[in-house]
């Protein structure tokens, strides 16, 4: 497979603007000064999706509160340019627009909340731990099956047109956008309509997920979210989840989101049985890295990317969120014995080694079908097959010293466990 030449940019403070980007916000700018911006109030957005589906039973009403707390942080904090709001605006009209389908589905068939879900595969850790190839790996073999990009951002089916279902279209559009507006991305992140995608987008069907950090500068919401009771979220995820099994299987699914971690104890009680996979890496490494790819996500939809401020907000998230995990596990037997630490050494090392080491601690066997799916998977997705991802920590006010400090916890207790970690 060849790979790209592109390196990705650290001028996180000037994000990429093709010139027809820089026309519209110029356009949007006049506008709003006349009072005509898109519309990020509650109600506005309640209407709009309700229209455009001719629905308007959405659920359970406890998406309000935390949907009403996202957009006052957007209006007071997010500093969006035009097509920034235009985008977030489209964005969850579409999420209220699943929830409104998904809620006519389940009145209608309600053998789909009766389903039973095979105990799952769930990778879990920091970002830029080895999560995403881990995923693809074991969401290669045929008898289960991940969440599609495609899928993931509409679980719920639209009414066919002309024996066509439009998702697929739909997210394929979405990802040549994304390569247009922000072109560096794919080296660091690869969105493809028809690859696995994280499930933290189906708890954000709640907006109770940190999908909306990962594009919006919203401090409040993401310190109001971290007291919040996320029983809710998962509970939607499982009926999600069961949605996407009715229109096709299998009904094993192989999750992978960072957002688990937190929350494995809400994870376990919702799916129970699951296996998870906690991958491992120095956080010196991963912080800087994703500190680079959520500046190059927020950098689509605002001008104002404050890379120092960046990086003291994701360092106090990132070492909160392995705390919790840290805290979850010591507390619960249980629970831990649920969970396989996988180092990402071992894994880049030798991959077939290390799923093969899941496929027993899952008890399920690795047979030669299923290996030789991992085989292909391996092929397909070859490290910066979309060009090469430049990032350092002091691109954002940190060094190693203050790193260590701040996961001092979790390091102590990722050593003490070495010896149990494959």
């Excluded at 007291?227 to 192989?254: E, S």
């Excluded at 079908?369 to 350092?392: I, P, S």
Aim: proline share 7%; charged share 25%.
């Amino acid at each position: 497979m060849q790979l790209s030449a592109r390196t990705t940019s650290t001028r996180y403070d000037r994000p990429h603007r093709p010139a027809p980007v820089r026309l519209a916000n110029f356009v949007g700018a006049g506008l709003a000064r006349l009072g005509l911006e898109a519309d990020l109030e509650l109600g506005g957005l309640l209407a709009a999706a309700s229209r455009r589906h001719r629905l308007d039973d959405f659920g359970d009403d406890s998406f309000r509160e935390p949907l009403s707390r996202l957009l006052d942080a957007v209006a007071r904090e997010a500093d969006l340019h035009p097509l920034g709001r235009l985008i977030t605006r489209e964005r969850l009209i579409g999420v209220l627009g699943n929830r409104l389908r998904a809620q006519q589905l389940f009145r209608a068939h309600p053998e789909i909340l009766e389903l039973e879900l095979a105990p799952p595969l769930v990778v879990t850790g920091l970002q830029r731990t080895g999560t995403t190839l881990l995923h693809r790996l074991l969401a290669a073999d045929p008898r289960t099956r991940a969440i599609a990009s495609w899928e993931a951002v509409n679980p719920a089916p639209f009414p066919a047109r002309n024996g066509r279902d439009p998702r697929h279209a739909i997210a394929t559009r979405s990802e040549q956008a994304l390569r247009y507006l922000a072109p560096d991305f794919f080296a660091i992140h690869p969105v493809e309509a028809d690859a696995p995608e994280e499930d933290s987008i189906l708890l954000d069907f709640s907006f109770l997920s940190p999908v909306a950090e990962a594009t919006l500068r919203v401090p409040s919401y993401s310190r109001w979210l971290d007291a919040q009771d996320l029983a809710p979220a998962y509970r939607y995820l499982v009926q999600l989840l069961k949605l996407l099994a009715w229109q096709r299987g299998p009904a094993r699914f192989v999750l992978k989101t960072p957002a688990h971690l937190p929350y494995l104890d809400l994870l376990v009680t919702a799916l129970p049985g699951a296996r998870i996979i906690h991958t491992h890496r120095d956080p010196a490494q991963t912080l800087p890295s994703y500190c680079s790819m959520i500046a190059h996500g927020r950098g689509i939809f605002s001008d104002a990317i404050d890379p120092l401020e960046l990086g003291e907000e994701l360092l106090r998230k990132q070492s909160g969120m392995l705390l919790r995990a840290v805290e979850l596990r010591r507390a619960s037997p249980s629970l831990d014995a649920q969970v396989l630490d996988l180092e990402y050494r071992a894994l880049v090392e030798d991959p077939l080694a290390a799923v093969e080491r899941i496929y027993e601690f899952a008890s399920l066997p690795f047979d030669a079908r299923a290996r030789g799916a991992v085989e292909a998977a391996l092929q397909r997705n070859k490290k910066d097959r979309f060009g090469k991802h430049r990032y350092a920590l002091a691109d954002f006010g940190l060094d190693e010293a203050r790193v260590a400090a701040a996961f001092a916890p979790y390091l102590e207790e990722r050593e003490a466990r070495r010896g149990r970690t494959c």
